[in-house]
């Protein structure tokens, strides 16, 4: 098994280091000095950390606007929406994807990497997918197209795709739109029971998601992780959303922390622990990418340190090796 373990220093000048028995490493040609990561507390996202989610929640995606809007996009190109920025959930990738698809019914013709540099260009999220179509279509065409969005559409039809007809009716509370069994039941869990009970040993644990608070239950109990209320953030309890550092600052105060380390996937959730840790002077925070969710291989790892990663991880599972 091939794998990347490396350590790197604030000035993102870094070195390999080697879990003995486990995994090999690719080496990089930059000035080091070698600086452990000691640590007292671990926050881990949920999605591609700990469950693969490319047939649930990317599946969802693709498919709530197929069906709102009879056409979409290919599921590769999800991650270039996330790698934009500003969307804490699978919700709002949903509806920026809709906003393109129907831009492009309606004549745009910039691909999804260009349209995605731009949203980033904006600020990312949603403000920036409607500021780069605002800026580059016709005003009637983006106020059609604008009029034409139906974003309580493409949530239901998320939401009964994701969940299916059973949990749909328990957790929204009303009839799903059509029966399905639910997407939710094709999460492969990522990561291993030991890796879970050693870090639960040495360290405080926490969870930042922008999951729905029921639907990051059901995926913490899925891989066996009990994190009380008061350490978890879900998108109920978070109003700002990734990558704002308040759920990072209010858990390393409730763990009374030194040392935080926040474990995610994608590009925010490394923004969020460097934007917390330029907010605290007390504590310090890092974020450490896994290449387990949309960013993959030598692309997906050279994102991940130009965004601020003190470490790229092949998965959750070499987190223990690494922290001390």
């Not at 949603?126 to 065409?141: Q, R």
């Not at 034409?148 to 299916?164: H, K, N, S």
């Amino acid at each position: 098994m091939e794998g990347l373990l490396l350590s790197l220093t604030p000035d993102r000048r870094y070195v390999p280091r080697l879990a003995a028995g486990s995994v090999s490493v690719r080496f990089f040609q930059c000035p080091v000095s070698v600086r452990p990561m000691d640590v007292d507390t671990v926050v881990l996202d949920i999605d591609g950390v700990l469950l693969d989610v490319a047939d649930s929640y990317r599946r969802a995606v693709v498919d709530s606007v197929d069906r709102v809007y009879g056409a979409t996009v290919d599921r590769e190109a999800i991650q270039a929406f996330k790698n934009a920025g500003g969307f804490n959930n699978d919700w709002l990738v949903t509806d920026a994807v809709a906003l393109y698809v129907l831009a492009e019914q309606a004549g745009y013709e910039a691909s999804i990497e260009t349209f995605t540099d731009a949203i980033a260009a904006h600020g990312g999220g949603l403000e920036g997918t409607e500021a780069t179509l605002a800026a580059e279509l016709p005003n009637a065409t983006f106020e059609a197209v604008i009029d034409e969005w139906d974003t309580d559409a493409l949530r239901e039809v998320f939401q009964a795709l994701y969940l299916g007809a059973d949990l749909y009716g328990e957790l929204e509370g009303a009839e799903p739109p059509f029966e399905t069994a639910g997407y939710i039941h094709d999460e492969p869990v990522l990561v291993d029971a030991e890796t879970l009970e050693t870090l639960t040993d040495r360290y405080n644990v926490g969870v930042v998601t922008g999951r729905p608070a029921a639907e990051a239950t059901i995926a913490l109990d899925r891989v066996g992780l009990d994190i009380e209320d008061v350490h978890r953030f879900t998108m109920d309890n978070w109003e700002q959303g990734k990558p704002h550092p308040h759920a990072l600052l209010t858990l390393a105060d409730r763990f009374d922390s030194q040392s935080v380390v926040f474990v995610g996937d994608t590009l925010d959730d490394i923004e969020t622990a460097v934007n917390a840790d330029a907010e605290d002077d007390e504590t310090t925070y890092e974020g450490l990418g896994v290449l387990t969710g949309g960013l993959t291989g030598e692309s997906g790892h050279e994102k991940f340190v130009d965004a601020g990663a003190a470490a790229v991880l092949q998965s959750i599972n070499e987190l223990p090796d690494y922290v001390r």
